[in-house]
């Protein structure tokens, strides 16, 4: 069975598009945050994905023969930390995209939040808030499917009424939920407009199981005074999700963070450590050193003013000049060709397998791994 402390007293990386990569979920992990959701992945992009053990940065990626690229890298260091967020709109492909990943996540998030249209239309997302019989059978397909070890969970926004979050609430965990976070806005509300503190303390005692809060912990002091208000209004919630404030900066799980300097420095290892892409990696980036609300960051970075310093970095077009802006080593000659580009997987012989619609996991139908070893001389 699954860990059922696991969601007991938690501070937890949020999923999120474009950031919720892996070299930020390892950062987020080393400053001490308890779990690591990975980014909204759609059931069909990962449906048809091949397994590679990518010995050349002890990586396993899940690779879209048809894309050619990665669609969800992960590694042994986060396998029992790392959420694998899935957005579906139907238990038959949400079981089949569990079914490739489970091994190597500790368990499945279904998205019930998203408000963006890309989601929406597709009926995930927060679409699933008006369908509460798909949820209930997306979950019920999902728990009986996957091995009782890996956790299944959902993460949804408030509904307009209190009484109908609490009742989606006891339907998501009747199905099989074993933890639910709650976004403290409305499907409508964008990020600019404030969380609904207050509300948590209305719902979190609708279920049995963790219940986990999202929304406005943008710096430690916020995190410290939610737990202080839940306290003060004896909402026994069992974990907070952080978004943006771990973007802006990792170290945010910390009660003994590092200099600005040095957390920045860090992240950028962690990317070239793991095949980040070098676009991806310098978007990340930016949203570090411009911070966002409640984050304040230097006036200058490595004794460059930070005006400056982020005209150089937009500037970069690889990940070796990313590096040099940054001070850190990077010696190209030590990685496979187009390492830390959008195409490394241009030329890689992808099997040409189909398999059929499968509703149950087992080691015999654990999908099969390919291997990419680092090239001839060369060290991971």
């Not at 998203?114 to 798909?134: H, N, Q, T, Y």
């Not at 409640?294 to 490595?302: H, L």
């Amino acid at each position: 069975m699954a860990d059922p402390m696991k969601f007991r007293n938690v501070e937890v990386l949020a999923p999120m598009v474009r950031a919720g990569t892996l070299p930020l979920r390892l950062e987020c992990l080393r400053y001490g945050a308890s779990l690591v959701y990975g980014e909204e992945i759609i059931d069909r992009k990962l449906i048809g994905a091949q397994r590679v053990e990518n010995h050349a940065f002890g990586c396993i990626d899940y690779v879209s023969p048809r894309e050619k690229v990665s669609v969800f890298s992960t590694c042994a260091t986060e396998t029992k930390k790392v959420i694998f967020q899935l957005g579906t709109a139907r238990a038959p492909l949400a079981v089949e995209a569990a079914r490739l990943v489970c091994q190597d996540v500790s368990g499945i998030d279904v998205n019930m939040g998203c408000p963006k249209s890309f989601s929406v239309k597709g009926g995930m997302g927060a679409a699933l808030l008006d369908k509460p019989e798909v949820v209930a059978e997306i979950l019920t397909s999902l728990r009986r499917a996957l091995p009782s070890e890996k956790s299944l969970t959902c993460k949804i926004r408030m509904l307009p009424s209190t009484d109908k979050t609490r009742d989606f609430m006891r339907i998501c965990e009747k199905s099989g939920a074993e933890a639910i976070t709650v976004h403290l806005r409305l499907r409508d509300e964008r990020p600019a407009e404030p969380a609904h503190w207050d509300e948590m303390a209305r719902v979190w005692d609708a279920v049995k199981v963790p219940v986990l809060a999202n929304g406005d912990f943008f710096n430690r002091r916020q995190i410290d005074e939610f737990w202080k208000h839940c306290s003060e209004k004896e909402c026994q919630v069992s974990g907070v999700m952080i978004a943006r404030g771990a973007l802006w900066n990792p170290s945010i799980f910390s009660r003994d963070p590092p200099n600005f300097d040095d957390m920045v420095k860090s992240y950028v290892r962690s990317a070239v450590a793991t095949n980040s892409t070098y676009q991806n990696t310098k978007w990340v980036l930016s949203q570090m050193l411009a911070g966002g609300t409640g984050v304040t960051v230097p006036t200058s970075f490595n004794g460059i003013s930070m005006k400056v310093f982020n005209r150089e970095l937009s500037a970069t077009k690889s990940m070796a000049q990313i590096c040099t802006a940054f001070g850190e080593p990077h010696d190209q000659s030590k990685y496979p060709t187009r390492a830390h580009t959008t195409v490394f997987y241009k030329d890689f012989a992808f099997e040409d397998t189909k398999r059929p619609l499968e509703t149950e996991v087992s080691e015999e139908s654990a999908p099969k791994s390919r291997k990419i070893e680092p090239e001839s001389g060369e060290s991971a």
